[in-house]
């Protein structure tokens, strides 16, 4: 024979009486912690929502936003007007006209009266009695000023102003209706948004703050956290606070499936490798004393371990069995 054909059948020997375990490895199971989740839905909440309120009575002649339209703080977005204001307005500047002429009749009272004075045409006792016609009839025109100052102010805070950055989410006053003092004319949400959770009560003792929580998001995923749990539970749920990065604020009470994580339980976990598919069974190759044996499993969901993504046998193998790895 030559020795070409001599080394490959010896090499063919080799491989024939060599044990499969001896060139695979070798995986010894044991159980592993797995998180377990509970699917829901989560409703898209603002951190606040605030009312732009009236701050006086009248109607409302200017409306510069609708639900959905994007305000700043401090933007004036509508304007409410009162006739009795612009009427006292006018009264106002008439009785401050009326005042002034009394106080420079008063002024010029007091002019002469000193130059009678310096002549000794009057005595000191008329002089103080003009001076203080004087000082009467200023203090009067600086309280007519005053009062005209906050009927002003009355008519300026007449415009409606956003008391926060955000959204409007509703607006129950159109444009000529009358409103009261304090009536909400807009809606607005403000501040970041999250979802909110209402989680049976049965999971409470597993849910821990800033545990990781996987939100459907179009075909994909992303990651939330849970932020805050409430301690009060109602109708048998407690509400679970998440922060999401990112998240839009377009639609405020939407839901959102979420896996929210409400504790662990052990599992026999195996790389999916291992399961080799053959006459509709999945198979498991595993060590036994007389060698190797292919043993029928279930496989179930794949699961995130310290080693990366497994899957979960519900049933065929058990703790302790040696698994051959291909």
Same mark, same amino acid.
């Given at each position: 024979?030559?020795m070409?054909?001599?080394?490959?059948?010896?090499?063919?020997?080799?491989?024939?009486?060599?044990?499969?375990?001896s060139?695979?490895?070798?995986?010894?199971?044991?159980?592993?912690?797995?998180?377990?989740?509970?699917?829901?839905?989560?409703?898209?909440?603002?951190?606040?929502?605030?009312?732009?309120?009236?701050?006086?009575?009248?109607?409302?002649?200017?409306?510069?936003?609708?639900?959905?339209?994007?305000?700043?703080?401090?933007?004036?977005?509508?304007?409410?007007?009162?006739?009795?204001?612009?009427?006292?307005?006018?009264?106002?500047?008439?009785?401050i006209?009326?005042?002034?002429?009394?106080?420079n009749?008063?002024?010029?009272?007091l002019?002469?009266?000193?130059?009678?004075?310096?002549?000794?045409?009057?005595?000191?006792?008329?002089?103080?009695?003009?001076?203080?016609?004087?000082e009467?009839?200023?203090?009067?025109?600086?309280?007519?000023?005053?009062?005209?100052? !906050?009927?002003?102010q009355?008519?300026? %805070? /007449?415009?409606?102003? *956003?008391?926060?950055?955000? @959204? $409007? =989410?509703?607006?129950?006053?159109?444009?000529?209706?009358?409103?009261?003092?304090?009536?909400p004319?807009?809606?607005?949400a403000?501040?970041?948004?999250?979802?909110?959770?209402?989680?049976?009560?049965?999971?409470?003792?597993?849910?821990?703050?800033?545990?990781?929580?996987?939100?459907?998001?179009?075909e994909?995923?992303?990651?939330?956290?849970i932020?805050?749990?409430?301690?009060?539970?109602?109708?048998?749920? !407690?509400?679970?606070?998440?922060?999401? %990065? /990112?998240?839009?604020? *377009?639609?405020?009470?939407? @839901? $959102? =499936?979420?896996?929210v994580?409400?504790?662990?339980?052990?599992?026999?976990?195996?790389?999916?490798?291992?399961?080799?598919?053959?006459?509709?069974?999945?198979?498991?190759?595993?060590?036994?004393?007389?060698g190797?044996?292919?043993?029928?499993?279930?496989?179930?969901?794949?699961?995130e371990?310290?080693?990366?993504?497994m899957?979960?046998?519900?049933?065929?193998?058990?703790?302790?069995?040696?698994?051959?790895?291909?």
């Amino acid at each position: 024979m030559p020795m070409r054909l001599r080394a490959a059948a010896l090499a063919l020997a080799v491989l024939t009486v060599t044990p499969l375990a001896s060139i695979a490895a070798d995986l010894m199971l044991k159980p592993v912690d797995v998180v377990e989740t509970k699917a829901l839905f989560g409703k898209i909440e603002s951190r606040f929502v605030v009312p732009s309120r009236s701050r006086i009575g009248g109607t409302l002649v200017q409306l510069d936003v609708s639900e959905g339209s994007l305000v700043t703080e401090g933007q004036a977005i509508g304007k409410i007007t009162d006739e009795k204001l612009e009427l006292q307005l006018e009264a106002a500047s008439a009785r401050i006209r009326a005042a002034q002429s009394q106080l420079n009749n008063a002024q010029t009272e007091l002019t002469r009266n000193e130059e009678l004075l310096s002549r000794g045409a009057t005595t000191s006792q008329r002089v103080d009695q003009a001076r203080t016609a004087v000082e009467v009839a200023r203090n009067a025109v600086s309280e007519l000023q005053s009062t005209q100052q !906050v009927i002003q102010q009355q008519m300026d %805070e /007449g415009a409606l102003i *956003a008391p926060t950055t955000g @959204r $409007v =989410l509703s607006v129950p006053i159109r444009l000529g209706e009358v409103v009261m003092p304090g009536e909400p004319v807009a809606t607005i949400a403000g501040g970041s948004v999250f979802l909110r959770l209402d989680v049976p009560e049965r999971h409470a003792l597993g849910l821990v703050e800033g545990a990781a929580v996987a939100i459907a998001e179009g075909e994909g995923e992303t990651q939330g956290k849970i932020e805050k749990i409430y301690p009060l539970i109602e109708n048998g749920r !407690v509400t679970v606070d998440v922060a999401v %990065e /990112g998240l839009s604020d *377009a639609f405020i009470g939407k @839901r $959102v =499936l979420v896996r929210v994580p409400v504790g662990t339980r052990p599992a026999i976990v195996v790389p999916k490798e291992a399961i080799q598919r053959s006459a509709g069974l999945d198979l498991v190759s595993i060590k036994v004393p007389e060698g190797e044996r292919s043993v029928t499993v279930v496989p179930g969901p794949m699961v995130e371990t310290d080693d990366g993504q497994m899957r979960e046998i519900l049933s065929g193998l058990r703790a302790g069995d040696t698994v051959i790895l291909p």
